[in-house]
């Protein structure tokens, strides 16, 4: 009998979307502990800390509900590389970001070769002329050129040259609209930054009916106590918003066995917080319209991601943070200054105070507010210095963020599950246990498997077997203390083996261990 330790550190990771041409998300560049901010972490080894903290995200928090579905640009330095951490990474979901501040030497050029010819996507980070990236290059299929940190002539320059590969070229740090046409008429491909987030003031330009209309609705559901009769009346004048409504509320979200039919039934049926959360889904794509559609995402998850964290600091308990988040973003889905577009909406004076970072009496949701906006960035000291003052646990933080990513998903339509299998947090663990599955053939077979996270409603195995997508998996196993019936929900080929995950519907058994940062488990360790 070998004691098992299962192990966890504190997870925290962003997300920055890349843009195409068309202004879709192209993937999202996940932003997660740097080296030099690691001291929360066990040990003192920086690499090792980050190689944690992008397992953990992969397997604690779970990449479908930080990304969506998209892909992941992941950095890299020179001794990840080395090591191989994109082993568990499945080439079509990950492109490898190669950091500028890499040595390039044989080791590093032959670790690219062999991701290369592994079928994964490498990115050179902030590409510079006659860098000793250069000799990256022949496996190279994204170029990332820092467009605030090179001339505008070195660009042209190299957009113009003639790459090894077909060469994806992606602007970084843009920020404005000026930046953000110059680099798209210039013939870039793809596109990073903050530049969908900027209002574009137009002088003398009106307001759509259809987006007045919204307005008038947000006003609505701004107000500490919601008037129900004129929010309905609202809705009713309006067949795409009634339309809507009722669609939600008869939606397999809410799992009703008779429909509801009148829009004064639904409005009182969903209370405060859930008509706003409504209205907010419902009134910011149309206020958003003419923009990136991932403007509206980016204000549905702040404002979800807002009311979380004041949730888990008892900051406030009326929905503030949750509108401080949703009109975060006004301005640039109106093109006016801050202030003027939340003047549209009459916004209360505390909350304009907190968005417009002026001093106020509600020192609380304005450091939540803040410690947003810092976790958005990558700002993980800011960020540790937010928990220490809202008394947050750091390992909540990241599980909320993840939350509010795949809550967004759900509700804007990006995926069709009904349930969140990630839901309960993953651990790791070690050990060996017997399966039987379903051939797909009708044929039962039992295989060796090497279990590698684990939660009550599933689990991550590797073993030699392939197992086809959907098949039923059987396990029991007294000395792990896992026992069930599961779904395959994935297998991939990784590294010379298969590598599995199951969801139990019902349950594995398995039960999530007590104490706050490790635990041991006496089990039987598979070699």
Not at 76 to 104: A, M, R
Not at 171 to 188: I, L, P, Q, S
Not at 355 to 383: F, H, K, N
């Amino acid at each position: 009998m070998v004691p098992v330790e299962i192990s966890w550190v504190d997870t925290f990771v962003a997300r920055q979307p890349i843009f195409d041409r068309r202004k879709e998300v192209y993937g999202y560049e996940l932003l997660y502990r740097s080296a030099k901010d690691q001291t929360s972490f066990p040990g003192g080894d920086g690499t090792e800390a980050t190689k944690q903290v992008v397992a953990n995200t992969l397997i604690s928090i779970g990449a479908e509900k930080v990304l969506c579905g998209r892909r992941a640009f992941i950095n890299l330095d020179h001794t990840l590389l080395i090591d191989s951490l994109y082993g568990s990474f499945s080439p079509d979901k990950v492109v490898i970001e190669v950091l500028e501040t890499t040595e390039v030497g044989e080791t590093v050029i032959a670790a690219c070769r062999k991701l290369h010819e592994s079928g994964f996507t490498i990115a050179l980070d902030d590409f510079a002329p006659g860098s000793s990236a250069e000799a990256l290059l022949p496996f190279a299929r994204i170029i990332k050129i820092d467009v605030r940190a090179t001339s505008r002539r070195v660009q042209q320059s190299v957009l113009r040259r003639t790459f090894p590969g077909e060469c994806l070229m992606l602007a970084e740090k843009v920020e404005t609209r000026e930046e953000y046409e110059w680099v798209r008429e210039a013939g870039y491909d793809l596109f990073q930054g903050h530049f969908f987030e900027k209002p574009e003031i137009i002088t003398g330009r009106d307001i759509p009916p259809t987006k007045l209309t919204c307005l008038q609705l947000l006003r609505y559901i701004s107000e500490p106590e919601i008037d129900c009769k004129k929010t309905a009346a609202l809705i009713k004048s309006d067949v795409g918003f009634s339309f809507k409504l009722l669609r939600y509320v008869n939606s397999a979200w809410f799992n009703r066995r008779k429909g509801i039919e009148s829009i004064d039934h639904a409005v009182v049926l969903l209370g405060l917080s859930g008509l706003r959360q409504w209205a907010a889904v419902a009134a910011l794509p149309i206020l958003a319209l003419d923009k990136a559609s991932e403007l509206t995402v980016s204000a549905l998850v702040r404002a979800q991601f807002c009311d979380r964290v004041s949730a888990l600091s008892a900051a406030s308990a009326n929905g503030s943070a949750f509108l401080v988040g949703l009109f975060s973003h006004l301005d640039a889905m109106l093109d006016l200054p801050l202030q003027d577009a939340l003047t549209l909406v009459g916004l209360s004076v505390p909350l304009v105070d907190v968005l417009l970072e002026r001093d106020t009496a509600i020192d609380p949701l304005r450091t939540v507010y803040r410690l947003v906006r810092d976790y958005e960035a990558g700002a993980w000291e800011a960020v540790m210095d937010g928990l220490a003052r809202l008394n947050i646990n750091p390992e909540d933080v990241g599980h909320s963020y993840a939350e509010s990513t795949f809550w967004t998903s759900q509700v804007i339509g990006s995926t069709h599950r009904k349930k969140d299998t990630r839901s309960k947090r993953r651990y790791l663990l070690t050990g060996t246990l017997s399966i039987e599955w379903d051939d797909g053939s009708g044929q039962s077979r039992s295989s060796m498997a090497k279990l590698q996270n684990i939660s009550e409603t599933g689990m991550q195995i590797c073993l030699a077997d392939k197992v086809p997508v959907r098949a039923t998996v059987v396990c029991r196993d007294s000395k792990l203390h896992i026992g069930g019936r599961g779904i395959v929900r994935y297998c991939n080929f990784v590294r010379g083996k298969y590598v599995i995950g199951v969801d139990f519907g019902n349950g594995n058994g398995w039960r999530e261990p007590l104490g706050k940062r490790k635990v041991s488990a006496d089990v039987c360790v598979g070699s």
